[in-house]
């Protein structure tokens, strides 16, 4: 069965504080992994797609990177600005023409001043 | 601004009592979907439709019904709310799978409470 599960569920850090958030799935056959930023009451909004293993994207201070078992999000110096629930899915190929994504259940940071 | 637009923000009804969400894209995608995300379960797909007159089930379309009559237009139906489809509703869209940009598109989403 697909399944997506993120770690830390809850993550609190000091403005400037460095550190990664994890994204490990089981997929039958991957064709692509999603991050998303949640801000509390609104929808998701899409940051990055990583399709094979190796591949890394960057935008600010975020890095996403993939192996075959997991992905991880890098938040390099990160400011209050940048809390908010941090969620990533999976479209697996089994799911056919339809492109529905199996989803964690996030990670909540929280960056403080 | 590339978007998607759903309304309302906000639904208090009662049990038994028809309701639509709109959901409208102004980007030409062929593909959108209905979403709900309740605490401790994420989010669920409903339904989901390839473009225009095609539609089909997700993981939870019981209680939900979808059509797609025009590309930018997604409505949702409940035709007899109940309590237990009181949550956070979402509409998405997105381009093909070739396309570089894919990924979905989210709209604000909508609050329902069914008392």
């Known amino acids: 069965e697909d399944q997506v599960t993120q770690s830390p569920e809850a993550l609190r850090l000091q403005e400037g504080e460095s550190s990664s958030l994890n994204c490990s799935y089981t997929?039958?056959?991957?064709?692509?992994l999603f991050w998303y930023r949640q801000d509390p009451g609104k929808g998701p909004e899409f940051l990055f797609t990583?399709?094979?293993?190796?591949e890394e994207k960057e935008k600010e201070r975020l890095k996403a990177t993939l192996t075959k078992k997991e992905s991880f999000l890098h938040i390099t110096a990160p400011k209050p600005e940048d809390s908010a629930t941090y969620l990533c899915a999976v479209h697996s190929r089994w799911a056919g023409n339809n492109r529905k994504l199996i989803w964690g259940l996030g990670t909540s940071l929280a960056v403080n001043p | 601004e590339a978007q998607v637009t759903q309304n309302p923000r906000y639904l208090i009804t009662v049990t038994g009592k028809k309701l639509t969400v709109t959901c409208s894209q102004n980007m030409n995608h062929e593909y959108m979907s209905w979403y709900r995300q309740d605490p401790g379960l994420g989010l669920r797909q409903i339904y989901y439709?390839?473009?225009?007159?095609?539609?089909d089930k997700g993981d939870v379309p019981e209680g939900y019904k979808v059509s797609r009559k025009e590309k930018r237009n997604f409505p949702l139906i409940l035709e007899s709310p109940s309590p237990n489809q009181t949550s956070l509703y979402f509409c998405?869209?997105?381009f093909g799978m070739g396309n570089p940009n894919y990924g979905y598109t989210f709209g604000s989403g909508t609050r329902l409470t069914v008392v």
């Open positions: 439709s390839m473009n225009v007159e095609v539609t």
């Open positions: 998405a869209s997105s």
């Open positions: 990583l399709y094979s293993a190796g």
């Open positions: 997929v039958s056959g991957l064709r692509g």
